[in-house]
């Protein structure tokens, strides 16, 4: 079985700072990772993805996330905010390609002028 | 990559009606997903639709509930029946493209208020 929590429902951060959306999964095979953006009123829209391939993957938008085992933890980072970033972001995990996916609660980015 | 059209994309119903929600995908999906996202929560997996056959329903969802069908590749629908306020939630359905399972792709979502 999976399961994931992300840690802070709301993140708020200044234009320019860095960008951290913590997620820690559980699995009992190896996971699949994914981090998705939600926009207002809109689907999901996936930023990366983490197959068993390298730890460090780097997605759209300026956006990456870690693998770390020993830690099971997926953070999702971006150097820099932009204001186009405010967004609710969703960490998923699966025991096996992106079917059934199980989603975290979801942490809302707020961008701050 | 694909294209989830989903449609309506918002409705409102009355209590004890019953709601059809469909999705197109552009090209051939392996799998085909329902999730439910309530009210300031995160997604929750409905059932897997099974191209001709009767969907795998997740724990705590039913098919009197939420009868689904896929008849073809690239079609499905979820029927909300009989509804209560309590349904009112996002309902997205997702894919997975044939050969390129380690990505699913979602609709733009069915905004359902019940009143």
């Known amino acids: 079985a999976q399961s994931v929590t992300q840690l802070g429902s709301h993140v708020s951060v200044s234009e320019g700072a860095l960008v951290l959306l913590r997620c820690n999964y559980s699995?009992?095979?190896?996971?699949?990772l994914f981090w998705y953006v939600q926009y207002p009123n809109q689907g999901l829209q996936l930023l990366l993805k983490y197959t068993s391939a390298a730890t460090l993957v780097k997605g759209i938008n300026g956006f990456e996330a870690e693998f770390k085992k020993s830690e099971t933890s997926f953070h999702l980072t971006k150097p820099s905010a932009h204001m186009s970033d405010a967004a609710e972001y969703f960490c998923a995990v699966s025991g096996g390609g992106a079917q059934k996916l199980v989603f975290g609660q979801g942490t809302r980015l707020t961008i701050n002028p | 990559s694909a294209v989830i059209s989903q449609k309506p994309s918002r409705d409102i119903c009355q209590r004890g009606t019953s709601l059809t929600i469909q999705c197109q995908v552009d090209?051939?999906?392996?799998?085909m997903f329902w999730y439910r996202q309530q009210p300031g929560q995160s997604l929750t997996l409905i059932a897997t639709a099974n191209q001709g056959s009767e969907a795998t329903y997740e724990s705590g969802f039913v098919i009197d509930k939420f009868p689904i069908s896929r008849p073809n590749l690239t079609f499905s629908t979820l029927t909300v029946s009989n509804m209560s306020p309590e349904d009112s939630s996002i309902y997205l359905c997702?894919?997975?493209?044939?050969?390129?399972?380690?990505?699913?792709?979602f609709g733009q979502g069915t905004r359902l208020t019940v009143v």
């Open positions: 090209s051939q999906v392996t799998m």
């Open positions: 699995s009992s095979v190896p996971p699949y």
């Open positions: 997702s894919g997975t493209v044939t050969g390129q399972n380690t990505e699913a792709f």
